[in-house]
């Protein structure tokens, strides 16, 4: 029997962009400005996707006030020079140029008035300028680098030959966006050290006794500075029916370490022991939880101070007592007993090391023309705009480069 050996196909390109999220997309424009063939290989079935359903599905796609100190990071030196060469102000102009109408909500964040659909959108429309190409449902199968520096991946949908490959397959946070170990997998392989990684920009979980009590509070919100040794976020908490989530929870959960605590002051800016001294004179007659009824919610009281004090004439407590009232919503001390972990985590601490990796390219030291940008790399950014920065910067950076 004749049996007739057909050669596989191998598709040339330029760069290989793995992951059509924010950094890859904005690496894929770059790239493809300098005149490269760039692929971009995607497993989900729609590009972006989170970037779909960021801020609320408004996209808070950055933020005025970008910092390198508001990154985490093994290497803290390292997200600067992506950082201060393709800044916020660039990214702005970017949108202001495809007439996308936004707005700063707080703390300098930028959100979309409308959808962000018109950020993905952009960013289409931008590769589709410069002939970068995306392949959606495609999975990578093998990735090997051949003798003269070049790198062959296998895929589900072909094979393809690359000079520059680039990792832009994000971290684990979110695993029904199609989240995966993938570029870890890949440093790995080329021998380049991961951090361990972890949940960030995650909800609380309570200890059972704390979180029974907590309980009744879910669904309120209270304006409290969240102090951490050395850090603290001055922003909303929100009680859960799991534990504690809200702004300042999330951005604390990056700093904190299983076994910490962290203090909760529920009347930031205000003297509290003070204010109810003042009150105790002016009004002596009034039950102690019908005066502080106007610095925090009545639930909120109920929960938090026993029902003898709470219901005493003011007249009829002690400084010493009121001092002990103002310390139970100034210092809040709480111990959580962990993190919802990946499933809402909103970023992955920890990933690609960058030690390995040139701050101004994104490209393996060792390894000429792998690259890592994004949120694989170990550089996690505050809430607000902050992560998706990182990823436009990096992205930018490797772009000049792949």
Aim: charged share 20%; hydrophobic share 40%.
């Amino acid at each position: 029997m004749h049996r007739q050996n057909k050669q596989t196909l191998v598709e040339k390109v330029d760069v290989i962009i793995v992951g059509a999220g924010a950094a890859g997309l904005m690496c894929a424009i770059e790239a493809g400005k300098r005149g490269r063939k760039v692929v971009v290989l995607e497993h989900a079935n729609k590009p972006g996707k989170k970037i779909l359903m960021s801020g609320g599905g408004r996209c808070n796609f950055t933020n005025y006030h970008i910092d390198p100190a508001n990154y985490i990071s093994h290497n803290p030196h390292f997200c600067k020079s992506a950082l201060s060469r393709y800044t916020q102000w660039d990214f702005i102009d970017l949108v202001k140029h495809h007439g996308i109408a936004f707005h700063e909500k707080t703390l300098g964040q930028l959100f979309c008035d409308h959808k962000s659909q018109e950020i993905l959108h952009m960013l289409l429309l931008e590769c589709e300028s410069v002939n970068a190409e995306i392949r959606l449902n495609t999975h990578i199968e093998k990735i090997e680098k051949d003798s003269d520096h070049h790198f062959k991946i296998s895929s589900s949908r072909g094979h393809f030959h690359c000079q520059s490959l680039v990792i832009a397959s994000g971290g684990l946070s979110i695993p029904t966006m199609g989240a995966s170990p993938f570029g870890y997998k890949v440093a790995e392989q080329f021998g380049i050290s991961v951090w361990p990684t972890r949940a960030g920009l995650v909800p609380f979980t309570l200890h059972a006794d704390e979180k029974e009590k907590l309980s009744v509070l879910s669904g309120i919100s209270v304006d409290a500075l969240v102090n951490h040794e050395q850090i603290h976020f001055r922003e909303n908490i929100l009680f859960t029916h799991r534990g504690l989530s809200g702004p300042a929870v999330l951005q604390i959960s990056s700093y904190w370490q299983p076994g910490e605590t962290i203090t909760i002051d529920m009347t930031p800016e205000k003297n509290l022991f003070e204010i109810l001294k003042s009150d105790k004179k002016a009004y002596p007659q009034k039950q102690l939880k019908s005066i502080m009824v106007d610095y925090l919610p009545k639930r909120v009281i109920d929960v938090f101070l026993k029902d003898i004090i709470a219901e005493k004439k003011i007249a009829d407590i002690s400084h010493q007592h009121l001092q002990e009232v103002a310390d139970i919503f100034k210092s809040w001390v709480l111990s959580p007993n962990g993190t919802e972990g990946y499933r809402t985590a909103e970023v992955t601490l920890g990933g690609v090391d960058c030690d390995a990796i040139s701050s101004k390219t994104m490209q393996a030291i060792n390894i000429p023309g792998l690259f890592f940008i994004g949120e694989v790399l170990d550089v996690t950014g505050w809430l607000g705009g902050y992560n998706f920065q990182w990823a436009w910067s990096s992205g930018w950076a490797a772009g000049q480069e792949a």
